[in-house]
């Protein structure tokens, strides 16, 4: 057996080792304080756990909804956007009027952990994060990638996800309290999923709207299956590009999708018309024209992360989620 087989097989043996623990962390949060909390949170109505947890910050009043942006599954801790990702969240809070952003959600753990501290492995993570950072050793540094992918398939995977959907949920409405967010007045949450935080988006919108939020997504080329989540989503839109052969991964995995399953959470949110996929001219998942690129310029003179935003910016003005503050009033 050559060096390059016995690596493979090495790499093949650590892949299947890391998606059988992937549920621990769910399961290990769940079993020492998850059902305590569940249980201490579903055991008061709003008006009574907003009493006893006022608000810590205050919301301006022309607030008209959150948004909840989840990063890919590049992403290590919640303090730190990938490189790529940080630019174009930049544009849509400059150009977001009347919505109040949430970005410090760290999707790929119940328990918003990031991976670079807290953790037997912190050590790795940090190195590893540390190459993504300085854009070296991508083979090596695309670990966090996978480790972020076997979370989604936590996600929807029926026997460990509504834990691990839960505490995502959790962790949501924590940070829509400390943004301000008042349950006696509850505003929509627009959850902005991309990529693999699509999934996620999906499946902790069962119980976010458990709490009387009115709950939609933006999927932003979002690999998802048919999550029950969907049964409770307001609206979902998702937005791919012509050029992105990836976001359909999330349709070949889920049998949910599939045109011969008419009567999964996914076809019943498409008959009620709570389902809108919207293409959105020639971007890409990764490479040149992807969605957060600065460039090189679209056809009409815009760099691509440009007309991702508009393309969101759309759908919040469309809505009256928010206005946009680079458009003329009237």
Partial sequence: MTVAMQVLGVIVLLLVIAGLLAPMESLGW????GREETR?????????FHSENPPAAETHEDTASFLVFFS??????????????APLLEILRRRVGGATVITDVYPYSPQNRGLTAGRPFAWLWRQLTAFKQARKHGKISFLI??????????????RYGPVYNLGVAEQIWEALLRAGYD?????????????????????SAWYLASLGIPVHVISMAGMFGSDPGLDRVEHLWHLYGTLDKVHRWGVYASPGRWPIVRNSS?????????????EIGPLAHSGEYNYFAPGPPMADGREPREHTVDAIMAILAERGFAYDREV???
């Fill in 30 to 33: 769940w079993a020492r304080e």
């Fill in 40 to 48: 201490s949170l579903h055991a008061r109505n709003l008006r009574a």
């Fill in 72 to 85: 890919g599954i590049g992403i290590s801790t919640p303090e730190r956007l990938p490189l790529k990702e």
């Fill in 145 to 158: 990638n996978v480790r972020n992918a076997f979370q989604c398939f936590v996600s929807i995977d029926r």
């Fill in 183 to 203: 349950p006696e007045n509850p505003k929509p949450v627009v959850v902005i999923g991309w990529s693999g935080g699509a999934q996620i988006a999906v499946g």
């Fill in 266 to 278: 996914w076809f019943r949110a498409r008959r009620d018309g709570r389902v809108s996929e919207i």
């Fill in 328 to 330: 003329p009033a009237g």
